[in-house]
């Protein structure tokens, strides 16, 4: 099968690949004075678990995020936090370090970046 009809969770070796991307940047976030008072929980455990399944659904991956969270709604789980353009640039340099830490094929890292950067700009709910 070619790496273009494969998904993109079948080309990085599935959720363990997309378990050290969280944590690489979870690890991140969890030293950001800016993010890290997003997070109420003391401990990231949870919110590391919902963005591996959330991720590994998105990318092809088995469907367990909606099995057990329903659909994403990822602007509406996100409403309660302010999030500007700061937020936004400091959470997605995270995810972009992140990223490129994962060994990926150049193409497949660029996918994941343009993803990233989307996503952090739909996100954004304030400021200008």
Known sequence: M???????????????????LVERFYAAVAMDPLLRPMYPDEDLAEAEDHLVL???QYWGGPMVYNDQ??????RMRHQPFVIGPAERDA??????????????????????????????????????
């Open 54 to 56: 959330f991720l590994v």
């Open 2 to 20: 070619s790496d273009q009809a494969r998904t993109m969770y079948e080309r990085v070796g599935g959720e363990p690949w997309f378990r050290a």
């Open 91 to 128: 959470w997605y340099r995270h995810m972009a370090a992140a990223v490129r830490a994962g060994g990926l094929d150049p193409d497949d890292e660029a996918a994941m970046l343009a993803y990233f950067e989307m996503a952090a700009n739909h996100l954004v709910n304030a400021g200008g």
């Open 69 to 74: 969270r329903g659909h994403p709604r990822l």
